[in-house]
Each structure stands twice: as C-alpha cells, then as structure tokens.
C-alpha cells in the first residue's frame, strides 16, 4: 500500500505494481497523540478520493476515515463521512483508533457490506478485545497499526512489538479465524533503523499479506522531479518483489510440512 493523494504519483505507484492507494482522511486527535512522533499528518480530502480513484488502472483505494464520532465544527459524522468516500469510490475503508467492540460493529454497519471494511487495530484496548471482534460477522481485514499501538504499550521502538508476543499472538488469532491482516510500513531494501529486508520476512513467517511502503521509501517532499519519483519505484518494487518470491519458496516448504503434519496426526487419530 502507499499513501498518497497525488493523481500523478498513484499513477506511478498503480503502474510499477502497488496494489492499494491509501487516501487518509484521519485528522481527528491524531496530532495530540503521535506530536512527539516523526508521523506524517495528512491533508486529504474526500475529493481526492475521485482523483486517485481515475488516475489508476489496477490498485484498490482505500481510505483510512476519522475515529467514530458525531458531528462537529469542521467535520461530518462519522455516518455521513462513510457515506461521501463511498459515494466517491473507496474500495477499501480502514477504522482507525478504536476501543471496544462496539465501535467496531457501528463502523461495519455504517459501511453496510458497500466496501470492505478494515480495522486498523492500534490501541491496548482493541487488542484486549480482539477474540470478540474477531467472531464479528462483516471484517474483511485487519491491520494492526504499531505507531500508535506501540505508544499505548510505552515502548521506545515500535518495532519492539515484533519481540514482545504482542504481534506474534494477534497474528495467530488473525490467522485461526481466517481473516486476511498486515501489519506496520516498510522502506526500500537496506533503508530505515530496520532494514526493511528483515521486516518483510517477519510478514511472511506470520503470513501477513499487507504493508504500507513508508514514507522513506519515497520522500516526496524531498523529491520534485516525478521522474526521479518514477526511478525510485521502477528500481525498488521489483527488488522487494524478488526478496518477496524468495520470501514465498521458504514459506512453501514449511507450509507443505504443516499439512503433511496435519494429515498423519489424522490417520493416527482416527
């Protein structure tokens, strides 16, 4: 996934084989509670929505809405946002920062089966109650959120949570019930505190099959030239996609030993 609201550049994205555009209209708090945090807070709009949607031969949009609310100064409800970025042709909607169940079973009755609906888990409270979000009949997806998830746990890193159990177990639970989940962003090969190398294969071994590509894997506001852009995704897509068949020949190997595993246990069992 990547995120942007440039026509021009979802264009090079959709045509060098991202697979979502990511519009983020998230506004709502964000600032209070990532501000000490080198995060990107977006100016998107709804209206950037049809932009992207035309600009795009093969890529999803998916848009990330605010947390759940009611009306207020600036902002339409929660109800009506849903309503204007599906009229506007998301294909995908993401919930972020949410806290219970309930919040949850509103969003998937909002969207009313008319996109696929995502919640973006990145709160403690959200993973507390994440056996019972899973048994809601309408998820299509879900990605856990480690900016703001790895805060609530007042880790340094957030990429501690990859050590801690924390995504390890959520991952099990995703996986038990079926539900297709990512998790957290990667950069271009060799780049970012963790080389993203080493984070991709982590998506593997816990068979995520979603990442967003961050914001230093193309820095936009240091780049004008969208041919320098173009040369960044031509050169570093295709790297990532051959660690990524790399990544699926192991993944073969233990998954087709599981199933072995499983079969015998069987014979023996019965």
């Given at each position: 996934m990547y995120i942007t609201n440039q026509p021009e550049i979802a264009k090079i994205a959709d045509k060098n084989g991202v697979d979502r555009?990511?519009?983020?209209?998230?506004?709502?708090?964000?600032?209070?509670?990532?501000?000490?945090?080198?995060?990107?807070?977006?100016?998107?709009?709804?209206?950037?929505?049809?932009?992207?949607?035309?600009?795009?031969?093969?890529?999803?949009?998916?848009?990330?809405?605010?947390?759940?609310?009611?009306?207020?100064?600036?902002?339409?409800?929660?109800?009506?946002?849903?309503?204007?970025?599906?009229k506007a042709g998301a294909d995908i909607i993401m919930l972020p920062y949410f806290k219970q169940v309930e919040d949850v079973k509103r969003f998937i009755k909002y969207v009313d089966g008319r996109a696929k609906v995502l919640p973006l888990i990145e709160t403690v409270e959200a993973v507390n109650c994440i056996d019972e979000i899973l048994t809601l009949e309408g998820l299509d997806e879900i990605f856990v959120g480690l900016n703001d998830l790895s805060l609530g746990y007042g880790k340094t890193f957030m990429f501690e949570l990859l050590i801690d159990g924390t995504l390890e177990t959520l991952c099990m639970k995703f996986r038990q019930k079926g539900i297709p989940f990512g998790f957290g962003g990667i950069a271009a090969l060799g780049k970012g505190m963790l080389p993203s190398e080493y984070i991709i294969r982590e998506h593997y071994r816990l068979e995520s099959s979603c990442a967003?590509?961050?914001?230093?894997?193309?820095?936009?506001?240091?780049?004008?030239?969208?041919?320098?852009?173009?040369?960044?995704?031509?050169?570093?897509?295709?790297?990532?996609?051959?660690?990524?068949?790399?990544?699926?020949?192991?993944s073969n190997y233990f998954r087709e030993n599981r199933k072995q595993v499983i079969e015998k246990i069987e014979n023996i069992c019965h």
């Amino acid at each position: 996934m990547y995120i942007t609201n440039q026509p021009e550049i979802a264009k090079i994205a959709d045509k060098n084989g991202v697979d979502r555009i990511f519009i983020d209209l998230e506004k709502i708090g964000k600032r209070e509670r990532q501000g000490g945090m080198d995060t990107v807070q977006s100016d998107h709009s709804i209206s950037d929505i049809v932009k992207v949607k035309h600009a795009v031969k093969r890529a999803e949009i998916m848009v990330r809405v605010n947390p759940l609310h009611d009306e207020i100064e600036g902002y339409l409800s929660s109800r009506d946002e849903i309503d204007a970025v599906v009229k506007a042709g998301a294909d995908i909607i993401m919930l972020p920062y949410f806290k219970q169940v309930e919040d949850v079973k509103r969003f998937i009755k909002y969207v009313d089966g008319r996109a696929k609906v995502l919640p973006l888990i990145e709160t403690v409270e959200a993973v507390n109650c994440i056996d019972e979000i899973l048994t809601l009949e309408g998820l299509d997806e879900i990605f856990v959120g480690l900016n703001d998830l790895s805060l609530g746990y007042g880790k340094t890193f957030m990429f501690e949570l990859l050590i801690d159990g924390t995504l390890e177990t959520l991952c099990m639970k995703f996986r038990q019930k079926g539900i297709p989940f990512g998790f957290g962003g990667i950069a271009a090969l060799g780049k970012g505190m963790l080389p993203s190398e080493y984070i991709i294969r982590e998506h593997y071994r816990l068979e995520s099959s979603c990442a967003i590509l961050s914001r230093t894997f193309c820095r936009i506001d240091a780049v004008e030239d969208l041919n320098e852009v173009r040369h960044i995704f031509e050169r570093e897509i295709p790297k990532i996609r051959e660690l990524e068949k790399e990544c699926e020949k192991h993944s073969n190997y233990f998954r087709e030993n599981r199933k072995q595993v499983i079969e015998k246990i069987e014979n023996i069992c019965h």
